[in-house]
């Protein structure tokens, strides 16, 4: 469905001009420069200037055909009369980037605002799809302001080893399990690293990388269902082609992205990343992301809305059988929202230039196993939970659907852990004094302490009670997990231990309950004994002294404010506006 707006915006004022439109020594400097590499005025003169920012990298096989899509937007931009330039920006690969690409999220979010507030541009395509990407692009691409539209990168296809399908992470975590076990061979363990990951793109489960997809799509910066589409299929060059053709038109109707991102489409894409089974990751980005829009969105707004959606993506790890793949077949994000109807905002606008409701009209659902109806849901909540209690008084976050019911209430003694290594270290103990009731923490793994609150979060099962046939116990931490992870697990304790937070107090053996029904999550000590320990408490030393990471460390909130930077907030200041040219 074409765009319904109106083109606004005349050659003369478009923002490049300042750049190449005078007559004077600036701008011949301008214009004498960008013919050095060849072009001519025809190629630029009057026409929107288009960044591609491309997030493409040899060790980020997410985004290992960006080299490709990025002819595809500039053929898509050139056919609309506009004028294409790449910019290349630090990548973000989940894959290969320690301790944690959450530590660098908002270094390219800050890249991306400055990048284009600093060149000549009129609008932007933003390539990513790997984990961090997404929320740092938009993150940067609404600090700036500029028209722009988010291109996702895709999921790879179906994983496959022995005649069964395989999921990104989820697949890789249960089939660890069974080799500490001794239950799977070496040659088993090499087929399954051979056949889990068999095309570029991100992940094809619902873990982090889909559902920051979805939710841009669902939040209207992307060409509407484009977060569905496998990477390798044709219909994403296609729809890269698009993305091209689109900005320019944006530019010319003046779409900006205050007018895309509005409280009505963070309602709708927190909604759709409930009803998809979302990673726990999406609490940290999609409240960032909505702190960048001046939209008032909180730990309590999600919760509610976890509470009335129902979770209707059967995609792993919240649905048992299917991967992305199968989605975007069974009619993918369109469809989806389809079945949600009137809980979402269908006036909400999007890049496309026309509402979510004439997006979604006609989309169809071709298995309904696949994207069930709201009668027939996956689980009867959304995604995800948000509890309270005097162990978390900031709010944590469990995925209630991804983990055994049977620890929905619960208590037991708390088995704690202060580093990453010594619960490594413990764990394949065969004689550690372990149970399936006890609670396994793991602290000091938060914004600061991780440092950049690593994906840790997901604590291996101890080898004792793998091998009596356990897959699943109550753990806690101050970090995330991968949204391909699935468990009893509950992540971003706020505040985190590193600066004192109640996680910090606790001991081993310590008695820890948590009631997802009632939201709690409490540890059984006293306020007397609870006071006590506070006051002998150290503070751990920080990991950085100088660097980014020490920048970092200075300016970065907590979990439940969305691990941004402070001063990056738009309440913080105004910015310097449009650079100065001399």
Not at 416 to 431: G, L, Q, T
Not at 461 to 482: C, E, F, N, T, W
Not at 538 to 564: L, N, T
């Amino acid at each position: 469905m074409p765009s319904t707006l109106p083109r606004t915006k005349k050659p003369e004022d478009l923002r490049s001009a300042r750049w190449f439109g005078p007559d004077d020594l600036r701008s011949f400097g301008h214009r004498s420069r960008i013919m050095q590499m060849g072009y001519a005025p025809a190629d630029w003169a009057g026409k929107p200037i288009i960044a591609i920012v491309n997030t493409w990298s040899d060790l980020n096989p997410c985004h290992a055909h960006f080299k490709h899509r990025v002819d595809d937007v500039k053929r898509g931009v050139l056919q609309a009369g506009g004028f294409p330039v790449e910019m290349p920006a630090v990548t973000l690969s989940e894959s290969f980037m320690k301790p944690t690409t959450m530590l660098y999220r908002n270094l390219l979010a800050m890249e991306v605002e400055e990048q284009l507030r600093s060149h000549p541009i009129d609008g932007a395509v933003l390539m990513g799809g790997c984990d961090k990407t997404t929320p740092a692009l938009i993150m940067g691409g609404l600090s700036a302001g500029l028209p722009m539209i988010y291109l996702p990168a895709g999921p790879m296809l179906r994983g496959n080893y022995a005649g069964k399908q395989l999921g990104s992470g989820s697949d890789a975590w249960k089939y660890w399990d069974e080799r500490r076990a001794g239950n799977i061979t070496d040659a088993q363990w090499l087929g399954l690293e051979t056949g889990i990951a068999r095309s570029y793109g991100h992940c094809m489960t619902m873990g982090t990388a889909s559902t920051m997809t979805a939710i841009a799509d669902s939040m209207g910066l992307t060409i509407p269902g484009a977060s569905s589409i496998p990477a390798p299929d044709v219909n994403h060059i296609r729809m890269s082609a698009e993305c091209g053709r689109r900005i320019v038109d944006m530019v010319w109707e003046e779409l900006t992205p205050e007018k895309i991102v509005t409280p009505a489409s963070v309602r709708n894409a927190g909604t759709v990343a409930m009803a998809t089974g979302c990673s726990t990751n999406a609490v940290v980005h999609m409240l960032a992301m909505a702190q960048r829009a001046r939209v008032d969105f909180t730990l309590d707004d999600l919760d509610a809305l976890g509470r009335t959606t129902p979770l209707i993506a059967n995609i792993r790890p919240s649905g048992k059988d299917y991967l992305m793949e199968d989605f975007f077949y069974a009619g993918g994000l369109l469809g989806l929202m389809r079945q949600l109807g009137d809980k979402l905002d269908l006036s909400a606008m999007t890049v496309a230039g026309i509402t979510l409701g004439e997006a979604i009209e006609g989309a169809p659902v071709y298995n309904d196993d696949v994207i069930r109806t709201l009668d027939n849901p996956v689980y009867h909540e959304g995604s995800l939970a948000v509890l309270r209690g005097n162990l978390a008084p900031d709010g944590a976050v469990i995925k209630p659907a991804a983990c055994d019911p049977r620890f929905h209430v619960h208590t037991g003694p708390a088995l704690v852990f202060d580093s990453y290594p010594e619960m490594k270290k413990a764990i394949d103990d065969e004689n550690l004094d372990v149970t399936p009731d006890h609670v396994m923490l793991l602290r000091n793994a938060g914004p600061l302490g991780g440092p950049g609150m690593p994906e840790w979060g997901m604590l291996p099962m101890p080898k004792k009670l793998v091998q009596q046939g356990h897959r699943d116990m109550l753990r806690i931490s101050d970090a995330r997990m991968s949204g391909t992870s699935y468990g009893a697990c509950v992540l971003h304790v706020s505040p985190e231990s590193h600066i004192g937070g109640p996680l910090a107090l606790l001991k081993t053996g310590d008695m820890v309950s948590i009631n997802l029904p009632e939201r709690r999550i409490d540890m059984l000590v006293s306020e007397e004994e609870i006071a006590a320990r506070r006051a002998a408490w150290i503070r751990p030393p920080d990991k950085f002294e100088r660097g980014y990471g020490w920048m970092f460390g200075k300016h970065v909130s907590q979990a439940d404010k969305g691990c941004d930077f402070d001063y990056l907030a738009p309440t913080f200041g105004k910015t310097a506006g449009e650079p100065d040219i001399f």
